[in-house]
């Protein structure tokens, strides 16, 4: 980068392993570009290596194993301008290698399994996203790739996954109830669980309502219950067909709004006509949301909630970013 921003502003990304993470950093630099925002996994925090981990029997999603003074002081002095030394995790080797200058860019996005555990590291946040697969669609999407790509047999990535959901379910899980947005992933519930119907999903968007610099996305009407079903003349869709709701709600003691899509789209140059019903969607022109979702057709969940959600909620924080460049620049100004 040229020059030094004059906000730094810092978003977090949180979920396990597998959740779809990268899809949702790809779509984020589909929006701010890739100067403008830089990435940092916080594995690149693990204080302990691959070999301590299993000498200790401490996993890399409990606490212990990470360096969360380090992660806080490192967060701040970005958030101030600063250019920091921060320590690499090697996936390859299991060991961590010396660190590598970062410098300030206007968007720092943090992305693991802890952006939200440490407190202190949690007030520097501007706009955090949690990822929340279901444990059924988190074995299936775990059993396509570990089974197809890797060749591990069913019963090996069930204990894989059975070892990490203690430490999972007492350090990552809780995260969600402090993020602005969660995105949760469910099996659909348009079929009868016997008849298997794979990929079809069932994806929420709950958002936390009283959010500073950030606005609900909302269906027809603000506030109220509904309950829709788009297809027909205007959306193409295929058994069992899609089924949309929108309604106000509480999660974790606190307000929020949800959106939600179950089914699967069947022509994404159709989400126009869904685009057109929904609200505050902070798109620069209408059909802006529709365009996105078709530049990365292949992405995964792209024709589903998942991909229409991340779309959203990457939409929700570059109008925060705008919104909080523009409160610096006012800032700046006045200080003339």
Same mark, same amino acid.
């Given at each position: 980068?040229?020059?030094? &921003?004059?906000?730094?502003?810092?978003? /977090?990304?949180?979920?396990?392993?597998?959740?779809?993470?990268?899809?949702?950093?790809?779509?984020?630099?589909?929006? $701010?570009?890739?100067?403008?925002?830089?990435?940092?996994?916080?594995?690149?925090?693990?204080?302990?290596?691959?070999?301590?981990?299993?000498?200790?029997?401490?996993?890399?999603?409990?606490?212990?194993?990470?360096?969360?003074?380090?992660?806080?002081?490192?967060?701040?002095?970005?958030?101030?301008?600063?250019?920091?030394?921060?320590?690499?995790?090697?996936?390859?080797? /299991?060991?961590?290698?010396?660190?590598?200058?970062?410098?300030?860019?206007?968007?720092?996005?943090?992305?693991?399994?802890?952006?939200?555990?440490?407190?202190?590291?949690?007030?520097?946040?501007?706009?955090?996203?949690?990822?929340?697969?279901?444990?059924?669609?988190?074995?299936?999407?775990?059993?396509?790739?570990?089974?197809?790509?890797? /060749?591990?047999?069913?019963?090996?990535?069930?204990?894989?996954?059975?070892?990490?959901?203690?430490? $999972?379910?007492?350090?990552?899980?809780?995260?969600?109830?402090?993020?602005?947005?969660?995105?949760?992933?469910?099996?659909?519930?348009?079929?009868?669980?016997?008849?298997?119907?794979?990929?079809?999903?069932?994806?929420?968007?709950?958002?936390?309502?009283?959010?500073?610099?950030?606005?609900?996305?909302?269906?027809?009407?603000?506030?109220?219950?509904?309950?829709?079903? &788009?297809?027909?003349?205007?959306?193409?869709?295929?058994?069992?067909?899609?089924?949309?709701?929108?309604?106000?709600?509480?999660?974790?003691?606190?307000?929020?709004?949800?959106?939600?899509?179950?089914?699967?789209?069947?022509?994404?140059?159709?989400?126009?006509?869904?685009?057109?019903?929904?609200?505050?969607?902070?798109?620069? $022109?209408?059909?802006?949301?529709?365009?996105?979702?078709?530049?990365?057709?292949?992405?995964?969940?792209?024709?589903?909630?998942? /991909?229409?959600?991340?779309?959203?909620?990457?939409?929700?924080?570059?109008?925060?970013?705008?919104?909080?460049?523009?409160?610096?620049?006012?800032?700046?100004?006045?200080?003339?």
């Amino acid at each position: 980068m040229s020059s030094k &921003p004059d906000r730094v502003v810092l978003i /977090g990304v949180a979920g396990d392993s597998g959740c779809g993470k990268s899809t949702f950093l790809q779509r984020l630099t589909d929006l $701010f570009g890739e100067d403008f925002m830089t990435v940092i996994c916080l594995d690149d925090y693990h204080s302990l290596d691959r070999y301590q981990r299993k000498e200790t029997g401490i996993t890399a999603l409990d606490p212990r194993a990470n360096n969360f003074d380090l992660m806080y002081e490192q967060m701040k002095a970005l958030k101030s301008g600063q250019t920091i030394n921060k320590p690499i995790y090697n996936h390859e080797t /299991g060991l961590i290698d010396p660190p590598e200058l970062v410098e300030p860019n206007r968007v720092v996005v943090i992305e693991g399994l802890h952006p939200l555990h440490d407190e202190r590291v949690r007030s520097l946040i501007d706009f955090s996203v949690y990822l929340d697969i279901s444990d059924e669609v988190k074995i299936n999407w775990k059993i396509q790739r570990d089974m197809a790509e890797r /060749g591990h047999s069913y019963d090996d990535v069930l204990a894989a996954i059975n070892a990490r959901k203690p430490d $999972f379910e007492a350090y990552i899980d809780p995260q969600k109830k402090h993020a602005d947005v969660v995105i949760q992933i469910l099996p659909t519930q348009l079929v009868p669980k016997e008849e298997k119907p794979g990929s079809l999903l069932r994806v929420r968007l709950i958002q936390k309502d009283n959010v500073p610099d950030f606005e609900p996305v909302y269906l027809f009407d603000e506030g109220s219950t509904i309950n829709w079903v &788009p297809c027909g003349r205007k959306l193409t869709c295929s058994y069992p067909g899609i089924k949309m709701f929108y309604g106000p709600d509480e999660y974790y003691g606190n307000s929020v709004s949800v959106l939600e899509v179950d089914g699967q789209f069947e022509r994404l140059d159709e989400m126009l006509y869904v685009e057109s019903h929904l609200s505050n969607t902070s798109v620069d $022109f209408p059909g802006e949301m529709t365009e996105l979702l078709l530049k990365h057709r292949d992405y995964p969940g792209s024709n589903n909630g998942s /991909g229409l959600f991340q779309v959203l909620a990457g939409l929700k924080m570059r109008a925060t970013y705008r919104t909080l460049m523009a409160k610096s620049e006012a800032q700046v100004k006045a200080a003339v």
